[in-house]
């Protein structure tokens, strides 16, 4: 269990060094909610949650992280 979630949480920090690809604002903001959709259901399919419910809350920090990002 702990080596899955030491995966999960390396696999995110990876990720997110990812959310600020892009040259507009649109863009950072969909591949920030692509990004965090898919580590919020990683880590809730990790954890035991519900991996849809991660998918919605990491998708939708990850849209307003990548928007609200400056170049």
Known sequence: MTRKIALGLALGGLL???T???EDPGTRAVTGGLLGAGAGAGVAA???GR???GALIGGGVGAVGGAVTAR
């Open 16 to 18: 997110s060094m990812l």
């Open 20 to 22: 600020a690809c892009g």
């Open 46 to 48: 990790v954890t035991g």
């Open 51 to 53: 991996p849809a419910t």
